[in-house]
Antibody
Framework: EVQLVESGGGLVQPGRSMKLSCAAS????????MAWVRQAPTKGLEWVAT????????YYRDSVKGRFTISRDNAKSTLYLQMNSLRSEDTATYYC????????????WGQGVMVTVSS | DVVLTQTPPTLSATIGQSVSISCRSS???????????LNWLLQRPGQPPQLLIY???RLESGVPNRFSGSGSGTDFTLKISGVEAEDLGVYYC?????????FGGGTKLELK
């Protein structure tokens, strides 16, 4: 059974940093691109970043470029999101998702972790 | 970025009723490789989204066949033939033909 378990969220002040982790199991982690998708309170879904299987290619939405870094450790089957210079508009539930290359879609989702940026 | 417009934003239905949700794209979602990367997700209350339909019309494993997807180019439809209580939640279309991937605004299905 595919499982994605996020951790590392919480309350953080504007301008500070936070690192999210996502522990994957139930599939060959190194064979799948992975992504982070977020959802602001009572809002819709918004793609944040994607990383290739090797980690050699990364993609970001414009609003987080230069502030967020997606990375992965295939030996540990873990996905990360380093978030720097956090803003109030980054407040959201962050979901770790697996990307199926054939359908280019997000086929499995974690339960999500809440990040609140506030003073 | 591609804009996906979902209608209606809210849908009230009775159990057993058939309903449809529309997703319109600001650009054609037909990829140069011949595939159309338009998927549908369901987010039940308090839960993460789950994949229902991929490549416009293909049912994800385990999804009941009362769900169906159709469409091409810029116009797509999700149909539920006989709503059941477990179908309540917010439905999202999502495209990944063009970078970056984008989501529709969602359609909330509730009981009448």
């Amino acid at each position: 059974e595919v499982q994605l378990v996020e951790s590392g969220g919480g309350l953080v002040q504007p301008g500070r940093s936070m690192k999210l982790s996502c522990a994957a199991s139930g599939f060959t982690f190194s064979s799948f691109p992975m992504a982070w998708v977020r959802q602001a309170p009572t809002k819709g879904l918004e793609w944040v970043a994607t990383i290739s299987t090797s980690g050699g290619s990364t993609y970001y939405r414009d609003s987080v470029k230069g502030r967020f870094t997606i990375s992965r450790d295939n030996a540990k089957s873990t996905l990360y999101l380093q978030m720097n210079s956090l803003r109030s508009e980054d407040t959201a539930t962050y979901y770790c998702t697996r990307v199926d290359r054939l359908i280019r879609g997000f086929d499995y989702w974690g339960q999500g972790v809440m990040v609140t940026v506030s003073s | 970025d591609v804009v996906l417009t979902q209608t209606p934003p809210t849908l009230s239905a009775t159990i057993g009723q058939s309903v449809s949700i529309s997703c319109r794209s600001s650009q054609s979602l037909l990829h140069s490789n011949g595939n159309t990367y338009l998927n549908w997700l369901l987010q039940r209350p308090g839960q993460p989204p789950q994949l229902l339909i991929y490549l416009v019309s293909r049912l994800e494993s385990g999804v009941p066949n009362r769900f169906s997807g159709s469409g091409s180019g810029t116009d797509f439809t999700l149909k539920i033939s006989g709503v059941e209580a477990e179908d309540l939640g917010v439905y999202y279309c999502v495209q990944s033909t063009h970078a970056p991937p984008t989501f529709g605004g969602g359609t909330k299905l509730e009981l009448k």
